[in-house]
């Protein structure tokens, strides 16, 4: 039981390029979150998805795209890259399911810079 | 306009004393609220909740305070270890709905040894 995965731990990529922030988790959560993380910001939510197929931006999504492949993944998706997108990117997931828990569980994050 | 507030980016205490992180809020609607701790270099672990029909919550060494009518909440750690040092975030979100939580910027804190 991996919990939430992300892929690649780092990268670097120059003005204007485009990259996917891979997400997976295996624990059959019904809603996922990608999260952004700036020095002094604490975490703002850039988009998620309540279930597979839906998604729903959040505070921050400018710059950005999400598709919910199935329920196990989640992806976001840089299409022009700017220096403002250097970041730390954490994905979550998480299933209330009918539980008093709005508990998150993080992956350990996809530390990002653009040149 | 910041819902969540932890007006303190930092805190520093002694090994064995009492560590209190404070956490304030403005939007009355949020009604279920969370702590998480984040290690450098890691994703944020989820340490307590409590929800609005309580005021404290216990777990082991921490615990959960809620002020409603002040909208304040505060996680007490007692004893402070050194392996507690991490940045704390508040997180707020409102019950039924969308689960989706709203974080404060955090608080560093040092426990020395």
């Known amino acids: 039981n991996a919990g939430v995965t992300q892929t690649p731990k780092f990268q670097v990529l120059k003005t204007g390029q485009s990259m996917t922030l891979q997400c997976a988790q295996d624990?059959?959560?019904?809603?996922m979150y990608w999260y952004r993380q700036d020095p002094g910001m604490g975490l703002r939510l850039i988009y998620y998805s309540a279930s597979e197929g839906t998604t729903d931006k959040g505070e921050v999504p400018n710059g950005y795209n999400v598709s919910r492949l199935n329920k196990r993944e989640f992806s976001l998706r840089l299409e022009s890259a700017a220096p403002s997108q250097t970041s730390v990117y954490f994905c979550a997931s998480s299933d209330a399911a009918g539980l008093y828990s709005y508990e998150q569980y993080f992956g350990p994050g996809t530390r990002l810079t653009v040149t | 306009d910041q819902q969540v507030k932890q007006n303190s980016p930092s805190l520093s205490v002694q090994e064995g004393r009492i560590s209190i992180l404070n956490c304030d809020y403005t939007n009355s609607m949020f009604d279920y609220f969370l702590w998480y701790k984040k290690y450098p270099a890691e994703g944020p672990t989820f340490l307590i909740s409590i929800s609005s029909i309580k005021d404290k919550n216990e777990d082991g060494r921490f615990t959960v305070f809620l002020n409603k009518s002040a909208k304040h909440l505060s996680l007490h750690i007692v004893p402070s270890q050194p392996g507690d040092s991490a940045v704390y975030f508040c997180?707020?979100?409102?019950?039924?709905?969308?689960?989706?939580?709203?974080f404060g910027k955090g608080t560093k804190l040092t426990v020395n040894p």
């Open positions: 997180a707020a979100s409102v019950w039924g709905g969308s689960e989706k939580l709203v």
């Open positions: 624990m059959n959560h019904n809603s």
